[in-house]
């Protein structure tokens, strides 16, 4: 199974700064087809996942583009460029190249300092 | 606008059965593969099973295999998964998902294995 692990697990930010969270696959996700299939979710405090980001830098649709994502191989990141209060959530990077299973990070907490 | 609502959740005792229902709208149902992913609360979140658009497809984390199904009614717009021989470790809240992607989550509907 591909582990999947974020850092850090979690990240004191200050309003209008920026922020980075890092995830690191232990295989290559790029799939036979070219294509990288990692995923980016965002889970606010009492609510479901949304997810953000898939093929790693593609934004989904009514994602501010303060958010993105960059990568390749085994090493990925989600960036915000300036963090507002309703970013405070905890992220989570999936891969869905070596499956099954599909597999998660652990999880990043971003909260306000 | 696309929407997933997850029903059938509750206490259940240890060894015993429940069926998770997901009904979906907003979108072509039978043209997507569905997942459930689930999350022990305060925890991170772990993919269970999916299904293919046409059924044919059904993939599972080991934990479950050999005691959770999951199917599909494309007729009725509708993912289930039927979890047999519960443990307390599949206590979780189950989110249905649209596509392996899961681009689209409902709100999840809560399932706690105690005696």
């Known amino acids: 199974d591909v582990v999947m692990t974020q850092s850090p697990l979690s990240l004191p930010v200050t309003l209008g700064q920026p922020a980075s969270i890092s995830c690191r696959s232990s295989?290559?996700?790029?799939?036979?087809?070219?294509?990288?299939?990692l995923n980016w979710f965002q889970q606010r405090p009492g609510q479901s996942p949304r997810r953000l980001i898939y093929?790693?830098?593609k934004r989904d649709s009514g994602v501010p583009d303060r958010f993105s994502g960059s990568g390749s191989g085994t090493a990925f990141t989600l960036k915000i460029s300036r963090v507002e209060a309703e970013d405070v959530a905890v992220y989570y990077c999936?891969?869905?190249?070596?499956?099954?299973?599909?597999?998660f990070g652990q999880g990043t907490k971003v909260e306000i300092k | 606008e696309v929407q997933l609502v997850e029903s059938g959740g509750g206490l259940v005792q240890p060894g015993g059965s429940l069926r998770l229902s997901c009904a979906a709208s907003?979108?072509?149902?039978?043209?997507?593969?569905m997942s459930w992913v689930r999350q022990v609360p305060g925890k991170g979140l772990e993919w269970v099973a999916n299904?293919?658009?046409?059924?044919?497809?059904?993939h599972y984390v080991d934990s479950v295999k050999g005691r959770f199904t999951i199917s599909r009614d494309n007729a009725k717009n509708s993912l289930h998964l039927q979890m047999n021989s519960l443990r307390a470790e599949d206590t979780a809240i189950y989110y249905c998902?649209?596509?392996?992607?899961?681009?689209?989550w409902g709100p999840g509907t809560l399932v706690t294995v105690s005696s």
């Open positions: 998902a649209r596509a392996r992607g899961c681009e689209y």
């Open positions: 907003g979108f072509t149902f039978s043209s997507y593969w």
């Open positions: 299904i293919k658009h046409d059924g044919t497809e059904k």
């Open positions: 295989q290559s996700l790029v799939h036979s087809d070219g294509k990288t299939y």
């Open positions: 093929e790693a830098s």
């Open positions: 999936m891969q869905g190249t070596h499956w099954p299973p599909w597999t």
